[in-house]
């Protein structure tokens, strides 16, 4: 069971729109639509952003979407804001009861 | 509001075993919808789950951890808690606890994090 992949780091100005992906395998991504997305600023727990790939918990703004096709899961934030500058993992069931995060991505807004 | 709050010694020796207890309050440890987790973030690194427990007892394990890992609860003090063995200075991180949706899926609320060093 290896850790789900995303890009180190991303970034956008101020009104734009970015994506986060996070490529697994069949095992896991691939095989369930069970993705969850957590944003973490520095020095705090993580945040529960997204469910079920595209749901959002209540609020939780609607400037965050997800998305999934095949093995990769998407994070998009747009309308950038300088509060969504944070880190940001993904979480997918990885069958047999386990679970894997992803290496986490680094957003900066410009 | 749920809250949680993880407890335990900072700092421990190699090869001995990290100890640390989550106090779940305002909510039942005992709610049958939930599953209750660790999980662990080492300096700069990303999340690594380490595992669930249910209130019956009923435990699920990261298979790279199982070896070393015990999460056990007890229900009449509304607490978690959490064993590793054979402790390395790569088990160095802040640990999580966190009440876990089994399905869909997701971990929510999280306590504040201890870190815990592991050091000689």
């Known amino acids: 069971q290896s850790a789900l992949t995303q890009p180190a780091s991303v970034s956008g100005s101020p009104g734009q729109s970015i994506t986060i992906s996070c490529t697994g395998t069949?095992?896991?991504?691939?095989?369930?639509?069970?993705v969850s997305w957590y944003q973490q600023h520095p020095g705090k727990a993580p945040k529960f952003m997204i469910y079920?790939?595209?749901k959002r918990p209540s609020g939780v703004s609607n400037r965050f979407s997800g998305s999934k096709s095949g093995t990769t899961a998407s994070l998009t934030i747009s309308g950038l804001q300088a509060e969504d500058e944070a880190d940001y993992y993904c979480?997918?069931?990885?069958?047999?009861?386990?679970?894997?995060f992803g290496g986490g991505t680094e957003l900066t807004v410009l | 509001q749920l809250q949680l709050q993880e407890s335990g010694p900072g700092l421990v020796k190699p090869s001995e075993t990290l100890s640390l207890t989550c106090t779940v309050s305002?909510?039942?440890?005992?709610?049958?919808?939930?599953?209750w987790a660790w999980i662990r973030q080492p300096p700069g690194k990303g999340l690594e789950w380490i595992g669930s427990?249910?209130?019956?007892?009923?435990?699920n394990y990261s298979p790279s951890l199982k070896s070393r890992v015990t999460i056990s609860v007890d229900t009449s003090k509304n607490q978690f808690s959490l064993k590793l063995s054979s402790v390395t200075a790569a088990d160095t991180a802040i640990y999580y606890c966190?009440?876990?949706?089994?399905?869909?899926?997701?971990?929510?609320?999280w306590g504040q994090g201890t870190m815990v060093s592991i050091s000689s």
């Open positions: 979480c997918s069931y990885a069958g047999s009861t386990t679970w894997v």
């Open positions: 069949s095992s896991d991504v691939g095989s369930y639509n069970l």
């Open positions: 079920e790939v595209n």
């Open positions: 305002a909510g039942s440890i005992s709610s049958s919808s939930y599953f």
């Open positions: 427990i249910f209130h019956t007892g009923t435990t």
């Open positions: 966190a009440r876990q949706v089994p399905t869909p899926s997701w971990f929510d609320p």
